[in-house]
């Protein structure tokens, strides 16, 4: 398998801001790679480049054999790229968008409408809206389109569902799912960690490095052995006598309950009656499963950095 994407040593300042620094990391042929950090961490930095948009300080991007830089004319014909921020003409109606984009890389929204026919059903019904019309989710569906419509083996999404409600974010990753099927390569960032376990592979990114690069099920059980669940009646001043522990290396809310970093010297019966003597009652800490949040707030907060 080749790889579409290879990035060796990449780094850019803006001023005294390191948007990336010595950043490298590689896309494989037909996989769905995903890029999840918060903002500010490099993310559009690193897309920009990878679509011929801004040149890296130093270090070296590759997208399909072809070097970001000095092919930028060859790559530009060749990827498909949607930003963060809605990009196209909202004065212009969804066809009228369509059509514009295809013009631009000289093919025809009928020569390649079987490819984005499952992502642009929904848009079908209103061809004369003005694209600023339309919903977060519709205007997703139609900047996707345009990114398609020239049959691209690759595809840079940069927060792609950012602002969208949660069924048109289900529908959109269904709808990747079905790309990535017919052979299209993806790299997709995002801010959502349920978004990120659908991807085959995932490069956690922060303040411009990769902290890890690996599947989701195994940055996931980097996490478990160390990591317990803690409720009780009285969660803030839980979540307070807990911090207070020595044998506690972090606590935060994790849903309805708090996630518990313990190291060696942990004992949960010991702990729960320490707690509850301090006044705090119905107590309970059991192990929990971790995921791939949770590893990504043990690395952003410089546990293994």
């Given at each position: 398998?080749?790889?579409?994407?290879?990035?060796d040593?990449?780094?850019?300042?803006?001023?005294?801001?390191?948007?990336?620094?010595?950043?490298?990391?590689?896309?494989?042929?037909?996989?769905?790679?995903?890029?999840?950090?918060?903002?500010?961490?490099?993310?559009?930095?690193?897309?920009?480049?990878?679509?011929?948009?801004l040149?890296?300080?130093?270090?070296?991007?590759?997208?399909?054999?072809?070097?970001?830089?000095?092919?930028?004319?060859?790559?530009?014909?060749?990827?498909?790229?949607?930003?963060?921020?809605?990009?196209?003409?909202?004065?212009?109606?969804?066809?009228?968008?369509?059509?514009?984009?295809?013009?631009?890389?000289?093919?025809?929204?009928?020569?390649?409408?079987?490819?984005?026919?499952p992502?642009?059903?929904?848009?079908?019904?209103?061809?004369?809206r003005?694209?600023?019309?339309?919903?977060?989710?519709?205007?997703?569906?139609?900047?996707?389109s345009?990114?398609?419509?020239?049959?691209?083996?690759?595809?840079?999404?940069?927060?792609?569902?950012?602002?969208?409600?949660?069924?048109?974010?289900?529908?959109?990753?269904?709808?990747?799912?079905?790309?990535?099927?017919?052979?299209?390569?993806?790299?997709?960032?995002?801010?959502?960690?349920?978004?990120?376990?659908?991807?085959?592979?995932?490069?956690?990114?922060?303040?411009?490095?990769?902290?890890?690069?690996?599947?989701?099920?195994?940055?996931?059980?980097?996490?478990?052995?160390?990591?317990?669940?803690?409720v009780?009646?009285?969660?803030?001043?839980?979540?307070?006598?807990?911090?207070?522990?020595?044998?506690?290396?972090?606590?935060?809310?994790?849903?309805a309950?708090?996630?518990?970093?313990?190291?060696?010297?942990?004992?949960?019966?010991?702990?729960?009656?320490?707690?509850?003597?301090?006044?705090?009652?119905?107590?309970?800490?059991?192990?929990?499963?971790?995921?791939?949040?949770?590893?990504?707030?043990?690395?952003?907060?410089?546990?293994?950095?």
């Amino acid at each position: 398998m080749s790889r579409v994407i290879e990035i060796d040593g990449l780094s850019k300042t803006y001023g005294n801001i390191k948007a990336l620094d010595n950043v490298s990391f590689s896309v494989e042929e037909g996989e769905m790679f995903g890029l999840i950090g918060p903002d500010g961490a490099g993310k559009s930095s690193l897309y920009r480049i990878l679509a011929t948009l801004l040149s890296p300080d130093s270090g070296k991007a590759t997208v399909l054999g072809h070097d970001c830089v000095a092919d930028y004319r060859i790559l530009r014909k060749l990827i498909g790229y949607m930003p963060e921020r809605f990009s196209l003409y909202p004065d212009m109606t969804v066809s009228e968008n369509l059509n514009f984009f295809a013009s631009l890389f000289g093919t025809t929204v009928k020569e390649n409408y079987s490819l984005i026919a499952p992502v642009f059903g929904q848009l079908e019904k209103f061809p004369d809206r003005r694209a600023g019309d339309l919903s977060g989710g519709m205007k997703q569906k139609l900047a996707l389109s345009c990114a398609l419509i020239h049959r691209p083996p690759l595809l840079l999404l940069d927060e792609p569902t950012t602002g969208v409600d949660a069924v048109s974010r289900s529908e959109f990753w269904d709808m990747l799912a079905t790309l990535r099927r017919q052979g299209i390569s993806i790299l997709v960032s995002t801010s959502y960690m349920d978004e990120a376990s659908r991807c085959e592979r995932i490069a956690m990114i922060d303040h411009g490095q990769i902290l890890r690069v690996d599947t989701p099920a195994a940055l996931a059980a980097s996490v478990s052995g160390n990591l317990y669940n803690a409720v009780s009646s009285d969660m803030f001043r839980l979540l307070e006598g807990l911090r207070k522990l020595p044998e506690v290396n972090d606590c935060y809310t994790f849903g309805a309950t708090l996630h518990v970093v313990i190291n060696e010297n942990f004992n949960p019966e010991a702990v729960v009656s320490r707690l509850e003597d301090g006044g705090i009652k119905d107590v309970s800490i059991y192990p929990a499963k971790g995921d791939i949040e949770d590893l990504f707030i043990k690395l952003t907060r410089n546990d293994e950095r």
